[in-house]
């Protein structure tokens, strides 16, 4: 008895020294010292401290080989725990704590550390909290926006589209974010859903906001264009007037009676089953949904690569408004390209990635090159990607280097998309 004894010491050493082997070894070891443990009772105390000691040994490494990311559930679960009492708290405070002042807080703090990064092109937090200023001014004497009154923004993917957006909300305004993809009838409907009386448009989208100009006026829309001049009747340049703007802050008096329960924005169905639908963001679910970086394990050192649609919920709610939650730096693109994903990742050193299901099926059809691996990605958010996509994006090794896969795939393993 002894002599088993001795040899269950052995092996529970062996299951310690042995936590970094693959989980195959460490399951082999693990069933034959649970083989063991029940032929090596005495009644000596030594036998049972003994025992004692090897049943909290073998739960922890049971816990280790068949529950390889318990840990990192564990601590899921109580970052997720701390971020719903910062909501609680958020929606008890008075006045209300919403993201723009969470960016004012970061402008002030970090006002010279990156915010966006875009073709080439780096934007700082305190330039932007300038230009939305300048945004926020022009916008007050040419539309004579007041707080509540909801604008509607018909941009692509670039760093106007941040500030422009940032400039409303310093001045109470929720915004409707139009797909700027959507034509005629479909464009006319999501100006009836939100109720929006102002127009804001790209250059490039001239033609689309033409086709519908006629109707926009007798409904009393006013639009403006993001450029320095417009020939159009009805269409009024606003990037001069931007431009000449002052930059100075804007009293929060301008927004004082926004809190959690109000409309920070307009999100639109896709339409695929019919027309577009408007889904009303409140200024809770701002904050749930940036909370899901935090929670993901993202911090103020990570560098973000949005390439979804900023009209779209995950590319403004959990890329944007997470950014700005966490203090990082935001890479931008216009339109996603699976071609150029991961030079972009290279160029820009991105450590966290955002998916939807078809876009990380692309990149994992996409042919592989020799440097495929050679990137700082850790970890991807997303949902909607099937399990054999999974696989294919992932190099599963015995340690099973996958977690929470519908949500937050952590990518230490590499990816070789």
Known sequence: ERSKVELLHMLLWLLVLCQKQPVR???????????LLPS???STMSVWLSAAAGLAILAFAYIRAFCPYFSDDCAYML???KLGIRVTKYRKSKPFYSILDCFLDAAKRQPTKTFILFEGRSFSYGEADLQSNKVARALQA???????DTVALFLPNEPSFVW???GLAKLGCPAALLNFNIRSKSLLHCFSCCGA???IAAPELLDAVEEVLPTLRDQGIRVFLLSDRCSVEGITALSDKIAEASDRPLPPELRANIHIRSTALYIYTSGTTGLPKAAVVTHERVWA???VQASSGTTAD???????PLYHSAGFLIGMAGGIERGLTLVLRKKFSASQFWDDCRKYNVTVMQYIGETLRYLCNMPKKENEKNHKVRIAIGNGVRSDVIYKCLDVNDNGSMYAPYLILPLDSGLYC
């Open 289 to 291: 949904a940036s909370f």
């Open 197 to 199: 009386k102002v127009l």
């Open 79 to 81: 970052r997720s725990l």
């Open 164 to 166: 422009t957006w940032l």
């Open 40 to 42: 090596c009772g005495s």
């Open 25 to 35: 070894a460490r399951r082999k070891v693990l069933a034959l010292s649970i083989k």
């Open 142 to 148: 040419e539309a004579r926006l007041k707080e509540g």
């Open 302 to 308: 990570d560098i973000f690569y949005i390439n979804l």
